[in-house]
């Protein structure tokens, strides 16, 4: 595999940062353009668990109206899903399970996550 530029590189983490900081219409204009909408960085988070994370519900619907996978996983078997859990992000939650995603899924789950960090209201939206 040949190593990537350093163009390339800060390109990829300039995307991070806008999944992140929830700058959906440049983020969707290069997944328009070609950028994966299941990128992941060096930890496995794709833009959907950063924007998901970091409570960017419009980012996350934009994302998964795009193609981003609502079950992918990070190196730690965490989801997009999950991380909207932990955050305690009620809309970014329902947009998720509107989209598929598994409150089962990853390691820990949505639910055990929910469960572990006594989120009832969390758990609720989940069942």
Same mark, same amino acid.
């Given at each position: 595999?040949t190593?990537?530029?350093e163009?390339t590189?800060?390109y990829?983490?300039r995307?991070f940062?806008?999944?992140?900081?929830?700058?959906?219409?440049e983020?969707?204009a290069?997944?328009?353009a070609?950028?994966p909408?299941n990128?992941? %960085?060096?930890? @496995?988070? &794709?833009?959907l668990i950063? $924007?998901?994370y970091?409570?960017?519900p419009?980012t !996350?619907?934009? #994302? +998964?109206?795009?193609?981003a996978?609502p079950?992918?996983v %990070?190196d730690r @078997?965490? &989801?997009?899903?999950?991380? $909207?859990v932990?955050?305690?992000?009620?809309?970014t !939650?329902?947009? #998720? +399970?509107a989209?598929?995603?598994d409150?089962?899924?990853?390691t820990p789950?949505?639910l055990?996550?929910a469960?572990?960090?006594r989120?009832?209201e969390m758990a609720?939206?989940l069942?």
């Amino acid at each position: 595999m040949t190593p990537l530029d350093e163009e390339t590189i800060a390109y990829a983490h300039r995307m991070f940062d806008l999944a992140r900081f929830g700058h959906t219409p440049e983020l969707i204009a290069n997944v328009t353009a070609g950028l994966p909408a299941n990128l992941t %960085n060096d930890r @496995g988070d &794709t833009l959907l668990i950063l $924007a998901a994370y970091h409570d960017h519900p419009d980012t !996350v619907d934009a #994302l +998964l109206t795009n193609g981003a996978d609502p079950n992918r996983v %990070n190196d730690r @078997g965490q &989801t997009a899903l999950s991380a $909207a859990v932990f955050r305690q992000n009620p809309v970014t !939650v329902m947009t #998720l +399970l509107a989209a598929g995603a598994d409150p089962d899924g990853g390691t820990p789950s949505a639910l055990a996550t929910a469960d572990y960090f006594r989120l009832p209201e969390m758990a609720a939206l989940l069942r």
